[in-house]
């Protein structure tokens, strides 16, 4: 462990914060979220220690996510994220003012770009360089991006798909839709709302998701038991769920997210085309482990898919490449001093 770490990849999701370390891997992976108390307007708790409290707080206390769909919802909250996740990844002993680089979303506005950047400088950072997640992605998943061939990257993550054709270092073609992890999550909790009239909560639709959940319908299915509170009575009581029902349950987040992708295709040079044929689509994000997505993008666009190594880290290991290779992607990065 240096002692002085100079650099630091924040990997700013919906759902999860990770922050990177060149040379080091991930130091934090914690959930996007922030707990406040109301009267004073005071930050409680970040990550962890906040999502325990999701679902279960007092009234004085809510506890939330300043990211919705990938972009800064509440700048203040993500400035006091920013500022408890870089302190915590230096430890206390570090003096130095780090340089920061953030992931943005592909469809962001330059508004929103600024204020990564501002909410960074605010933090803590001595320099903030915001680049847009698909870059990352496909550099964190080993894609050779400079290259004058054309590579087609869906990242799937809480709040955002990102789909994006890049070549020569740039984006080409990108679509970004408001659907991934948390809209699955939810279709799950309202179909078991619908077929079993229980309530659950986030996460254990999430649960459901992670466990049992596909994204296409297979022979042998796993089953899930659900326990939640009954809409009629009230009273606590537990069901089986299985993955096919899960599948139709999700059957429609799905079509978006496949949408999303055909659109992308369908604005691709025909040169770019002809690689990503080659090439196949690399799918990074935590969302691209649902079972079996693969075969569904296979199905809907008839170009093969992989899904990347450790998909979950791809961004966040882009941030740190793109670090220690500041000069080679200038081209891809918004900065700040």
């Known amino acids: ?18 922050v990177f370390v060149p040379g080091e891997g991930v130091l934090l992976n914690e959930p996007s979220v922030v707990a406040v108390s109301m009267p004073e307007n005071k930050v409680l708790a970040v990550g962890d220690e906040a999502k325990v409290m999701i679902g279960k707080t007092p009234d004085t206390i809510t506890a939330y996510r300043p990211m919705k769909d ?92 990102d789909v994006a054709v890049i070549s020569l270092g740039g984006i080409v073609a990108s679509t970004s839709v408001k659907v991934a992890g948390n809209k699955i999550d939810a279709a799950i909790a309202d179909y078991v709302k619908k077929n079993f009239n ?13 466990q049992i959940g596909s994204a296409v319908t297979i022979e042998d ?37 496949m949408k ?21 689509i690399i799918m990074t994000g935590g969302s691209s482990l649902l079972r079996n997505i693969d075969e569904l993008v296979f199905r809907s666009t008839g170009v093969k898919a992989v899904v990347a190594e450790d998909s979950l880290l791809c961004v966040a290991k882009g941030t740190g490449i793109a670090l220690n290779h500041l000069d080679v992607y200038k081209k891809s990065i918004i900065a700040k001093r």
């Open 1 to 18: 462990m240096s002692l002085f770490i100079k650099k630091l990849g924040i990997d700013l999701g919906t759902a999860n914060t990770l």
């Open 70 to 161: 990938g972009v800064i919802a509440d700048y203040r909250v993500t400035e006091a994220m920013l500022r408890y996740f870089i302190s915590k990844a230096l430890g206390k002993w570090n003096i130095f003012k780090p340089e920061v680089m953030v992931s943005v979303p592909a469809g962001v506005t330059s508004t929103e770009r600024r204020a990564v950047v501002e909410a960074g400088i605010k933090a803590g950072a001595k320099s903030a360089y915001v680049v847009k997640e698909p870059i990352l992605a496909a550099i964190g998943a080993g894609i050779p991006i400079h290259e004058p061939t054309g590579h087609m990257i869906v990242d799937i993550g809480g709040g955002t798909t």
């Open 198 to 210: 229980l309530a659950i909560g986030d996460r254990t639709a999430e649960n459901i998701k992670i």
């Open 221 to 257: 299915e796993i089953t899930y038991k659900i326990k939640g509170r009954d809409f009629l009575t009230g009273l606590p009581r537990s069901a089986e769920v299985s993955t096919n029902e899960v599948v139709k349950a999700i059957d429609v987040e799905l079509k978006e997210m």
């Open 260 to 280: 999303a992708i055909k659109a992308v295709l369908q604005d691709t040079p025909p040169e770019l085309a002809s690689d990503i044929i080659d090439n196949g």
